[in-house]
Nanobody
Framework: QVQLAESGGGSVQAGGSLRLSCAVS????????VAWFRQAPGKEPEGVAG???????VYAGSLKGRFTVSKDDTKNTRHLQMNSLKPEDTAMYSC?????????????????WGQGTQVTVSS
């Protein structure tokens, strides 16, 4: 079992930045991938970025360059740095985990989910 808890969401004006955090606990001794997903009202969930235990990363192509994923092993926390935010980035952001490689952002392959944190970007 893996438990995840997000923090850091909020409201920001277009062009601003936010950093989301995902605290990971439980069975993290095995290779684990933690990824960020977002879902806007009326839309399908969208993979944003993920980072593996070995530091490997995967990004949604459209977001790479504005969003950066990182990890702090001393605190067992993953971060999502979001820069140059746009109103279309408004969504509920959730972190999720799966055992194994970090080669996919297919949400159906992630077994453990946090509660999510809201990000709202105003124009």
């Amino acid at each position: 079992q893996v438990q995840l808890a997000e923090s850091g969401g909020g409201s920001v004006q277009a062009g601003g930045s936010l950093r989301l955090s995902c605290a990971v606990s439980g069975n993290t001794y095995n290779s684990i991938c933690v990824a960020w997903f977002r879902q806007a009202p009326g839309k399908e969930p969208e993979g944003v970025a993920g980072i593996g235990s070995d530091g490997s990363t995967v990004y949604a192509g459209s977001l790479k360059g504005r969003f950066t994923v990182s990890k702090d092993d001393t605190k067992n926390t993953r971060h999502l740095q979001m820069n140059s935010l746009k109103p279309e980035d408004t969504a509920m952001y959730s972190c999720a985990a799966r055992f194994g490689s970090c080669s996919t952002l297919s949400f159906s392959l992630y077994n453990y989910w946090g509660q999510g944190t809201q990000v709202t970007v105003s124009s």
